[in-house]
């Protein structure tokens, strides 16, 4: 089993990836600026910042996996590129770092645009696309003998205003959004955390980017 740290651990995305961590036996550490009243049973709950890059790494001592969960919104916007860039610096040799993304830089065909540069996507949510995009961008410039990564893009429709149920159950698309045959895009929160700990587990995206749906 391995020894998980979730940066983010009590937002929407964080709190499903602690709990089927958790639920699959593996040690949990989450970390967040507020410890939640509820409480995952089981993890490590302890307050810490994406913005105090020294002091989560004194949290991180034996961690085998960093998992990012923190998106670059309200007053994390303009903040998270550049401190995951400096956690990546002083990760210790074999620890892994795993990036939650945004669905604006998934591809909407083979070859085709990022969904975040067509005119149908919301101007509310293109600083926070981009800013996701340039973490990506850091992670695909460093040299193959530095950290391993690997960055999931969720589906268009994921987030805690759709939270859906977990089934256990999702699809991969490489670079394109994936979509269901009547075109949503859609993954629930808990799917999302099984996606997450799966490549975990049993890891197929190895310093690389890959999306998930139904």
Same mark, same amino acid.
């Given at each position: 089993? =391995?020894?998980?740290?979730?940066?983010?651990? /009590?937002?929407? =995305?964080?709190?499903?990836? @602690?709990?089927?961590? @958790?639920?699959?036996?593996?040690?949990?550490? *989450?970390?967040?600026?507020?410890?939640? /009243?509820?409480?995952?049973? !089981?993890?490590?709950?302890?307050? !810490?910042?994406?913005?105090?890059?020294?002091?989560?790494?004194?949290?991180?001592?034996? @961690?085998?996996?960093?998992?990012? =969960?923190?998106?670059?919104?309200?007053?994390?916007?303009?903040?998270?590129?550049?401190?995951?860039?400096? $956690?990546?610096?002083?990760?210790?040799?074999?620890?892994?770092?795993?990036?939650?993304?945004?669905? &604006?830089? /998934?591809?909407?065909?083979?070859?085709?645009?990022?969904?975040?540069? $067509?005119?149908?996507?919301?101007?509310?949510?293109?600083?926070?696309?981009?800013?996701?995009?340039?973490? $990506?961008?850091?992670?695909?410039?460093?040299? =193959?003998?530095?950290?391993?990564?690997?960055?999931?893009?969720?589906? &268009?429709?994921?987030?805690?205003?759709?939270?859906?149920?977990?089934?256990?159950?999702?699809?991969?698309?490489?670079? @394109?959004?994936?979509?269901?045959?009547? &075109?949503? /895009?859609?993954? *629930? !929160?808990?799917? $999302?955390?099984?996606?997450?700990?799966?490549?975990?587990?049993?890891?197929?995206?190895?310093? *690389?980017?890959?999306?998930?749906?139904?």
């Amino acid at each position: 089993m =391995a020894r998980i740290a979730v940066i983010g651990g /009590s937002g929407y =995305a964080g709190r499903h990836i @602690v709990a089927e961590a @958790v639920n699959r036996g593996h040690s949990v550490l *989450s970390i967040a600026r507020r410890i939640p /009243s509820e409480r995952q049973p !089981g993890a490590v709950y302890i307050e !810490g910042s994406l913005t105090d890059v020294p002091g989560l790494l004194a949290q991180l001592e034996g @961690v085998d996996v960093v998992v990012s =969960a923190v998106a670059p919104r309200g007053d994390m916007e303009g903040l998270v590129r550049p401190n995951i860039a400096a $956690l990546v610096s002083v990760l210790p040799e074999g620890v892994r770092i795993g990036v939650i993304g945004g669905a &604006g830089g /998934s591809l909407v065909a083979e070859g085709g645009q990022r969904l975040v540069d $067509l005119p149908t996507f919301s101007a509310d949510y293109r600083p926070e696309a981009l800013e996701a995009l340039g973490v $990506l961008e850091d992670l695909q410039a460093l040299s =193959a003998d530095t950290v391993d990564w690997f960055y999931i893009h969720p589906a &268009g429709g994921f987030g805690a205003w759709n939270p859906g149920e977990r089934t256990g159950d999702y699809r991969k698309g490489g670079d @394109v959004v994936v979509t269901d045959a009547e &075109g949503e /895009s859609f993954i *629930s !929160g808990p799917d $999302l955390a099984v996606a997450v700990v799966d490549e975990i587990e049993h890891p197929q995206h190895p310093r *690389s980017r890959f999306t998930v749906g139904y």
